[in-house]
């Protein structure tokens, strides 16, 4: 029993860490179309960015992974995206392979291939005991930053003009704009947004495995966007609630899968994706007005 | 007219797609307070020529004049800031969002909450069931109260000016009452309409002017009555595709 709390407590952690990246790449895809495989090196860069700053004070490393992440999503956004504002979602995909390779590459130009350790937070390792099950800190503090981050942009859509806008721009973009809806606000909001969320999963995930490397953030991303696409396309709870789902997966598969064929415990995974895609192809929580874009 | 210019002043308006021209040429002005209305078959440009003026299309050729400013180059937010609102063809409402929501997103450009607040209240007031659904999503509304939902959602941009692309399709003739009762309130607040209609009969009951629309040219148009009378107007709606239109028909 103890044990099973302690796999739960493991997959909730990786399964709200997928659910954040999932959310990441939902929020692009509300307004834009377009799935950004970029969000991985936004994760990345956000991680570099603790390594770069490591052994200054913890709120200056987190402002600063904060930063990166926001500034990155604002540029490329700026850079590659807004002059295929109109393009269709395959070319606005391809750009985003190709903004993430270049991004990619110049981080192995700049600082190379390796891997590097990074003993961030080493203290989060710890494993505290809650009513005789010992959980680690860290999983604790990843379901408390999920929730508040979680919380905090539903509020955000829910409660504000900007939410309020960004929602009925996800819904019907033309639209949105002919009642004078900003697109470059909206949108840029979206990619700020999806900053935050790319920097908070940055730093989780690098005080869970310490080390950093610049193909990071693109194995999450490509994870969490079979979330999101198990979720249903262009819904936000969807996405959250497939990244989480398939973060759970995982961890279970691999807990519970006899261990000679724990090595195979993706294909379980995508046997789960492929049929949940067979039996709900719009996804679980599909989106309202993906078809009609005038 | 001798007074002052026209609201809206539209002068060879072209759209083009590609190598197909669907609006050609069009001159149209409205007036301060007007109900001007083009009506004309389906296909005739009347959606595009509606579209180039709200900034959704570029215009190939021509210049359109609001309220002595020229449009063209305007970005599509700027639009409805300058007080020319659209109700466009198929409503577009927010279905997943709520009523509430809908009109709050109509008063996008304005910066007054209260006032904003109270021009929903007094909505609600007018049309109770809509009141009472205020917090269901747009979606589960019948054709009618949507199209009541899209016209309330453009007003609350307080424009000068309001366009209605085909504001009585699909809907069931009675229910078509209700959305010109509307329009009929919306001109008694003294907001100019520009309003686009296959339904040539229904806009005769309110427009001061009418244009028929063919091919993407204007054929015809004068006062509501002139067109009315005027011996050529069937030939002039039908166009070319007369035969077309009467062969279909049950």
């Known amino acids: 029993m103890k044990e099973f709390v302690q796999i739960l407590a493991d997959a909730l952690s990786v399964g709200s860490l997928y659910a954040l990246t999932a959310l990441g790449i939902g929020l692009i895809f509300g307004v834009m179309r377009l799935i950004n495989f970029a969000h991985g090196e936004l994760i990345t860069f956000s991680?570099?960015?603790?390594?770069?700053?490591?052994?200054?004070?913890?709120?200056?490393?987190?402002?600063?992974?904060?930063?990166?992440?926001?500034?990155?999503?604002?540029?490329?956004?700026?850079?590659?995206?807004?002059?295929?504002?109109?393009?269709?979602?395959?070319?606005?995909?391809?750009?985003?392979?190709?903004?993430?390779?270049?991004?990619?590459?110049?981080?192995?130009?700049?600082?190379?291939?390796?891997?590097?350790?990074?003993?961030?937070?080493?203290?989060?390792?710890?494993?505290?005991?809650?009513?005789?099950?010992?959980?680690?800190?860290?999983?604790?503090?990843?379901?408390?930053?999920?929730?508040?981050?979680?919380?905090?942009?539903?509020?955000?859509?829910?409660?504000?003009?900007?939410?309020?806008?960004?929602?009925?721009?996800?819904?019907?973009?033309?639209?949105?704009?002919?009642?004078?809806?900003?697109?470059?606000?909206?949108?840029?909001?979206?990619?700020?947004?999806?900053?935050?969320?790319?920097?908070?999963?940055?730093?989780?995930?690098?005080?869970?495995?310490?080390?950093?490397?610049?193909?990071?953030?693109?194995?999450?991303?490509?994870?969490?966007?079979?979330?999101?696409?198990?979720?249903?396309?262009?819904?936000?709870?969807?996405?959250?609630?497939?990244?989480?789902?398939?973060?759970?997966?995982?961890?279970?598969?691999?807990?519970?899968?006899?261990?000679?064929?724990?090595?195979?415990?993706?294909?379980?995974?995508?046997?789960?994706?492929?049929?949940?895609?067979?039996?709900?192809?719009?996804?679980?929580?599909?989106?309202?007005?993906?078809?009609?874009?005038? | 007219m001798t007074k002052q210019p026209p609201l809206l002043e539209v002068s060879g308006l072209s759209v083009r797609y590609g190598a197909v021209t669907a609006v050609r040429g069009v001159d149209l002005s409205v007036g301060e307070g007007e109900i001007v209305s083009v009506v004309g078959p389906n296909g005739a440009g009347k959606t595009s020529l509606l579209a180039a003026i709200a900034g959704i299309v570029p215009a190939a050729a021509g210049r359109i004049v609001f309220a002595g400013n020229p449009l063209a180059g305007t970005g599509l937010e700027e639009v409805v800031a300058r007080g020319l609102a659209l109700v466009p063809e198929g409503r577009h409402i927010f279905a997943s969002l709520t009523v509430l929501e809908n009109l709050m997103l109509g008063a996008t450009i304005r910066r007054d909450g209260e006032g904003v607040r109270a021009d929903i209240e007094r909505f609600f007031q007018t049309f109770p069931i809509l009141g009472q659904r205020r917090r269901q999503p747009a979606g589960q509304l019948s054709g009618g109260e949507q199209q009541q939902l899209a016209i309330a959602r453009a007003l609350l941009s307080r424009p000068r000016m309001l366009m209605l692309d085909e504001p009585s399709l699909g809907l069931a003739p009675t229910v078509v009452d209700g959305v010109y009762e509307l329009v009929g309130e919306v001109h008694a607040q003294g907001v100019a309409l520009l309003v686009v209609e296959q339904n040539a009969e229904r806009v005769f009951g309110i427009a001061d002017r009418v244009y028929v629309m063919n091919c993407g040219e204007f054929s015809l148009g004068g006062s509501a009555t002139e067109i009315r009378r005027d011996p050529r107007f069937d030939a002039a709606y039908f166009g070319l595709n007369m035969q077309d239109a009467t062969g279909s028909a049950p």
């Open chain 1, 47 to 294: 991680a570099y960015t603790l390594l770069a700053l490591f052994g200054l004070p913890l709120p200056v490393m987190l402002t600063g992974a904060l930063a990166v992440g926001i500034a990155l999503a604002l540029a490329t956004e700026r850079a590659a995206f807004r002059p295929l504002r109109n393009a269709d979602p395959t070319t606005l995909l391809i750009s985003s392979f190709a903004v993430s390779f270049f991004l990619q590459k110049l981080l192995v130009l700049l600082v190379g291939s390796r891997l590097k350790g990074l003993n961030f937070l080493p203290e989060l390792g710890r494993k505290v005991e809650l009513s005789g099950v010992r959980l680690q800190l860290l999983q604790i503090v990843t379901v408390a930053v999920s929730i508040v981050l979680l919380v905090g942009l539903t509020w955000f859509l829910r409660a504000t003009r900007l939410g309020l806008q960004m929602r009925g721009a996800a819904e019907d973009f033309r639209m949105a704009r002919v009642l004078g809806v900003r697109a470059n606000r909206v949108i840029a909001t979206a990619f700020a947004l999806s900053g935050i969320l790319a920097a908070a999963v940055s730093c989780l995930i690098v005080i869970q495995t310490g080390v950093v490397q610049p193909r990071m953030g693109l194995q999450l991303v490509i994870i969490a966007f079979v979330g999101t696409v198990i979720g249903g396309l262009g819904s936000l709870p969807g996405a959250a609630l497939g990244g989480f789902l398939v973060g759970v997966g995982s961890i279970l598969l691999q807990a519970l899968l006899p261990p000679d064929i724990r090595a195979f415990r993706e294909a379980f995974v995508f046997i789960g994706v492929a049929l949940v895609l067979l039996f709900r192809p719009q996804g679980l929580i599909p989106a309202a007005g993906l078809r009609e874009r005038i």
